[in-house]
């Protein structure tokens, strides 16, 4: 295993850790089944917090890069990458992050009504319950800017999650952990404010449709929760 660089502060910790290892990987340096370490070892080794190393892992995982074990000789290892994980990988090998995460933004905009639609008709009672929890924990973070961003990006992960369609789900997923990578940007729309009640009371409807498998009313929250995104304003992420 190759010693970690110092991570530029110049640059989003998330981005510049996920990118050194899966450089190690794509290169050959980690090989497939090679154990990185714990989140905690890894977060000493590249000089981070353990809540950056849970985002590194989240989307290398994503981009089926890596892999994770529990036990005793558990840890973070190189994953053996199949042909679905391959594919989404294509997608989020974008390197110009300013141009690039507001044109993923808009890609996971146009699936939105495929993927609430499959978690309409798919959506299981466990499935329900995390929907409503995760709206709850919504509700309490939507005032924050960066909080509530994240815990939308949330939402809107576990909807997907639903999914049964495995190619719809890993490109949703993977062009979604790109964006989350990178949630020093906040994106905004046509002037409603970004954390505005109308907004909430949008992602509301959505989840009760989607909990209610209610189809028609759906396409309905989902329209309304759509946006043409043109701008995006940069906020101190903490």
Known sequence: MSVARAVPRRRSAVDAVASE??????????????????????????????????????????????????GPQGGVFVAQRTAQAVIGNGFLNLQDVTSTAIDCVR???????????????HRSAADAEDLNLILEKLRTTWGDRVAG???????????????????????????????????????ADDGIPPNSGIRLEIHEELVAAIVAGDR???????????TVYDDFHVVEAP
Not at 151 to 179: C, F, M, Q, S
Not at 216 to 226: F, G, K, S
């Open 21 to 70: 290892i899966e450089d190690g990987i794509t290169e050959g340096r980690l090989r497939v089944g090679s154990r990185l370490g714990t989140r905690a070892e890894l977060a000493g080794r590249y000089g981070v917090a353990p809540t950056t190393i849970a985002e590194v892992v989240r989307v290398l995982e994503a981009k089926g890069l890596i892999t994770t074990r529990t």
């Open 107 to 121: 890609v996971i905009d146009a699936l939105e009504p495929a993927v609430a639609q499959a978690a309409a008709e």
């Open 149 to 187: 961003l994240r815990t939308n990006w949330r939402l809107h992960r576990r909807i997907a999650e639903i999914v049964p369609n495995p190619v719809l789900k890993t490109v949703y997923l993977n062009l979604l952990a790109y964006v989350e990578s990178h949630d020093d940007f906040y994106v």
């Open 216 to 226: 028609i009313a759906t396409a309905d929250a989902v329209r309304r929760h759509q």
